[in-house]
Nanobody, 127 residues
Framework: QVQLVESGGGAVQAGGSLTLSCTAS????????MAWYRQVPGESREFIVEITNDGNPIYTRSALWARSGKGRFSITRDNTKHTAWLRMANLTVDDTAVYIC???????????????WGQGTQVTVSS
């Protein structure tokens, strides 16, 4: 089994920054994409960004994100630590959400990848 644990969330004032981390542990052979989503109560989960195994970020193409989020969020990862980070800058009240990470994991001696999810970490931005 594989576990994903997010950390780094909390309360911050508008204009501030936070860095979230997501670490995978357990029965891991390799990890393909690692991604960040966010979810506000009563709304569907929103994809933010994925980072490939070789470090290429793939951002959401939503028009709303292009207007409000582009350039403020960045993703990195360390394959040796099975960890991905989401750096968030110039936060606004609209960024308040539970931030959830996912990872596509292949167990040792297997060719199949399975998507695992963390429990999420709360980010609250106040004006």
């Amino acid at each position: 089994q594989v576990q994903l644990v997010e950390s780094g969330g909390g309360a911050v004032q508008a204009g501030g920054s936070l860095t979230l981390s997501c670490t995978a542990s357990g029965n891991i052979g390799s990890i393909s994409g690692m991604a960040w989503y966010r979810q506000v109560p009563g709304e569907s989960r929103e994809f933010i960004v994925e980072i490939t195994n070789d470090g290429n970020p793939i951002y959401t193409r939503s028009a709303l994100w292009a207007r409000s989020g582009k350039g403020r969020f960045s993703i990195t990862r360390d394959n040796t630590k099975h960890t991905a980070w989401l750096r968030m800058a110039n936060l606004t009240v609209d960024d308040t959400a539970v931030y959830i990470c996912s990872a596509e994991v292949r167990p040792p001696r297997s060719i199949q990848f399975t998507t695992y999810w963390g429990q999420g970490t709360q980010v609250t931005v106040s004006s």
